[in-house]
């Protein structure tokens, strides 16, 4: 039985909440221009449109609910004896909503602003527009504290050094194509960890997990839950 878990996350915890995916057939990828919407030349170039597109993500999000796999998640995070450390690089809060506690968001929050020009944060109202002020310099550099492509996720040094405690790394509905988080797998194999994919269908890194179970979140991650609860009790 596992004692500290690292457990990576990504859109496909959320997908069966309503928020969409990124890479898969309908994901938002295929809707939008990530270089347009997610780096910052595309804020610099258009900072209303890349603000429409989070204030969209924000609502989708305010309407969405955790699902079974969130709770799955917050449960094993709330039993005695057990070290489980949560990265996502969900922007969502429904973990959070779940119940869970100290989520690393790799790649940001909707729910959190930024000042580009005095590096202040602060809760995001519902709607975000260019010319809001900040409130600490009242500059209007406001964006939304979202990690964008050319941008270094944020906690690395948190997340591996909770790897690197680890006895378990699982990685739950992320396709594998963006790093560093994609590379945690790997980090995890080299330092001796075993390593478990939760995931839809096997990831573009599939091959380097040890063990994998595929299928939908809210079936696959309660299950293996429920499993490591079975384990718990089963005597040794
Ligand atoms: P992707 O859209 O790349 O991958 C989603 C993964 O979830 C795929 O492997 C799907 O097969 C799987 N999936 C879909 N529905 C599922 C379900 N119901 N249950 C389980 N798995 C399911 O999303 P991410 O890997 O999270 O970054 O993308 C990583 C980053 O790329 C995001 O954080 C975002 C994006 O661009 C930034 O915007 C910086």
Redesign the pocket.
Known sequence: MPKRIVILS???LS??SGLG????TD?L?TQYD?SEV?TPEGFAADPAKVHGFYNARRANCLEALPNAAHHALAALQARAGLEVTLVT??VDDLLERAGAHDVIHM?GQLTRALCAGCGHRWDAPRTMAPEDPCPACNRSATRPDI???GEIPYHMDAIEDALFRADLFVSI???G??YP?AGLVQEARVAGIPTLEL???P?SGSALFSDARYG??TDIVPAWVAELSGADRAPS
């Open positions: 990504g859109a496909g997908a069966e995916t990124f890479r898969d994901g990828w990530l997610a690089q969900n790649h990690v964008w492509f509905g992320t396709s194509e963006v988080a995931n839809l269908e990831s939908p979140a």
